[in-house]
């Protein structure tokens, strides 16, 4: 786990410069909040991991502090993660969240409930988050799927490539394809639902969002 926690800050790293080039990431590190935060939470999260619980713990509220931005240091955070526009963003402890996921302002994304209940959240890989969307519980939320504006999403699993909105929450689409919602109302995480990345994705390029009309051969109940 040490290990992997410098590797996300150094993966992090080499892929903001292969994108944006030397001046331009020098200037989102001096001037992007989402950028700053996520470079503290890296820094805490490895004192975490090597049991500087106290250290760790100050690197958290001075993130809150700094960039209006909280990060549990138990969250485990994969590589290549944004957060667009930052402020009010709350990610809290036994989270999981995979490789590319984007985050975007005024989320709340972390598991409820009582230490003895072990919950636990996992958000998979190329996930978006968009504004003021609450995602809790024990649950998982598939590859690619997308929470839409101000979406609440309570213990409830979400297929991959899915489109969700509304309070509470509720699957529109699978890969661009319209579906009934409560098809997916009781819906349970499975692995092999996810058919691999998006048509046309390539992961070592930033899309300000992803979508993808073309459900292609990904599959959907309907």
């Not at 997916?184 to 969002?209: A, F, L, W």
Request: hydrophobic share 35%; glycine share 12%.
């Amino acid at each position: 786990m040490q290990g992997s926690a410098a590797s996300h800050f150094l993966e992090d790293f080499r892929l903001a410069l292969k994108r944006k080039g030397f001046g331009n990431l020098m200037r989102d590190i001096f001037l992007h909040p989402g950028n700053q935060a996520i470079a503290l939470y890296r820094i805490y999260r490895m004192l975490y991991l090597k049991g500087h619980v106290n250290l760790a713990f100050l690197g958290y509220r001075l993130n809150y502090f700094l960039c209006g931005v909280e990060i549990h240091p138990d969250a485990e955070i994969g590589p290549d993660f944004h957060l667009d526009h930052p402020i009010g963003v709350l990610i809290g402890r036994r989270t999981r969240i995979g490789r590319g996921v984007r985050i975007y302002s005024h989320v709340a994304v972390g598991a409820v409930g009582l230490p003895e209940e072990n919950p636990f959240m996992d958000v998979r890989d190329y996930v978006q988050i968009y504004h003021g969307a609450m995602v809790g519980g024990s649950c998982t939320i598939g590859e690619y799927a997308q929470i839409g504006l101000n979406a609440v999403v309570w213990n409830q699993d979400i297929p991959p490539y899915a489109v969700v909105v509304g309070n509470p929450g509720r699957v529109i689409k699978i890969a661009g394809k319209r579906v009934n919602p409560d098809d997916y109302r009781d819906y349970k995480y499975d692995p092999s639902d996810y058919k691999g990345p998006i048509p046309g994705h390539d992961p070592n390029r930033v899309e300000r969002s992803m979508d993808w009309t073309d459900p292609g051969s990904y599959g959907g109940r309907t």
